[in-house]
């Protein structure tokens, strides 16, 4: 008899002791969910951050050796370059254009005659500043060129990646 008293009075949780488990149970994962999605969109705009910086380092050390290189600036606006750089190991030179049109656009380069090829997408801004020595406005004299690009990675009109260098022709004025 002791026994059956035993089993009558226990009782279990009631449905309103369970709905209550459930809700607080359901904030904590709402939270642990909008937690790691947080986290994990944070990673993707920092890879996509590094993957343009990287892009455009690149972009722009191909520019600066090539126009290091060269003899001298055939042709310069603001958005475009054209240089005239002797080829490695021969007498030869060849004619490397470097190019944008408006924001958004690629940097495109150009060998000789060759078809434009992409160096880097999503460009904000690139402007090419020449210091003309002795006061002369000659494109053919100048022997040092400034480089701003901009790289707008996410299109939010912010750039993503800013970098600035100075050139100065290594090969400027030499005898031929």
Known sequence: MLNALKIKNQKGFSLIEMMVVVVILG???LG???FFTGGAKSWVAGQSQLKAQREARQAIDRMVREIRHSELIINGVSKS???NTPALGSNEAYIVTYSWIDYGDSINRQVNTTTPMPVIDNVQVLTF???FPDGSINIL???KVHILLKVDVDKDGNPDVTLNTDVNLRNYNLPK
């Open 81 to 83: 370059i054209t240089v």
């Open 32 to 34: 642990l969910v909008t």
């Open 27 to 29: 904030l904590i994962v």
């Open 129 to 131: 500043t020449y210091a």
């Open 141 to 143: 004299d100048v022997s």
